[in-house]
T-cell receptor, first 115, second 110 residues
Framework: NAGVMQNPRHLVRRRGQEARLRCSPM?????VYWYRQLPEEGLKFMVY????????ESGMPKERFSAEFPKEGPSILRIQQVVRGDSAAYFC?????????????FGPGTRLTVL | QKEVEQNSGPLSVPEGAIASLNCTYS??????FFWYRQYSGKSPELIMF????GDKEDGRFTAQLNKASQYVSLLIRDSQPSDSATYLC??????????FGKGTRLHILP
């Protein structure tokens, strides 16, 4: 049973370009969470999705950032017109259900560098 | 404001001693509590979760929860150099959002 998969593992973009980060949850998991981590900082919640639904996007910046989790395929975190401040590690996590005690399993992360 | 507070450290503990990591949270209605370990440059990995008051033991790790004091801790017995990492406390709030603390850096001294 494969774990959470994220790709690419490293992504370099120039200012103004778009970044697309992909996350495939563990088999049987229908809940996906995206987090951002700056160096020496904790994980910052960005968005919580279920298949075809955004449940909570309160941690997403209002502009340039969007996320989706389609019926088929991976979850996508999209950053338009990237700026240097977007450089960070972006982690995806999945869980099987919404039960209160469910832990999240993390993918290896995508390290975004904006030049 | 949902908050999870941890001492950033670094916490230095001699090899073989007990390491004690602490975490406080702001919402009394919180349901579940998690400890993750994160090595530098790696993703967080779950060590333990707890949702009832009291202690929960798993090998060298013990999680302790006190909901009245809004306090959760992680004890690591017989600390090993491989335990050196950042430990993240996470709390699931009533709206299912999981909030992470900034983490405590633990350094086990050989």
């Amino acid at each position: 049973n494969a774990g959470v998969m994220q790709n690419p593992r490293h992504l370099v973009r120039r200012r103004g370009q778009e970044a697309r980060l992909r996350c495939s949850p563990m088999k049987g998991h229908s809940h996906v969470y995206w987090y951002r981590q700056l160096p020496e900082e904790g994980l910052k919640f960005m968005v919580y999705l279920q298949k075809e639904n955004i449940i909570d996007e309160s941690g997403m910046p209002k502009e340039r950032f969007s996320a989706e989790f389609p019926k088929e395929g991976p979850s996508i975190l999209r950053i338009q017109q990237v700026v240097r401040g977007d450089s960070a590690a972006y982690f995806c996590a999945s869980s099987p259900s919404r039960r209160g005690s469910d832990e999240q399993f993390f993918g290896p992360g995508t390290r975004l560098t904006v030049l | 404001q949902k908050e999870v507070e941890q001492n950033s450290g670094p916490l230095s503990v001699p090899e073989g001693a007990i390491a004690s990591l602490n975490c406080t949270y702001s919402d009394r209605g919180s349901q579940s509590f998690f400890w993750y370990r994160q090595y530098s440059g790696k993703s967080p990995e779950l060590i333990m979760f707890i949702y009832s008051n009291g202690d929960k033991e798993d090998g060298r790790f013990t999680a302790q929860l006190n909901k009245a004091s809004q306090y959760v801790s992680l004890l690591i017995r017989d600390s090993q150099p491989s335990d050196s990492a950042t430990y993240l406390c996470a709390v699931r709030y009533r709206d299912d959002k999981i909030i992470f603390g900034k983490g405590t850096r633990l350094h086990i001294l050989p």
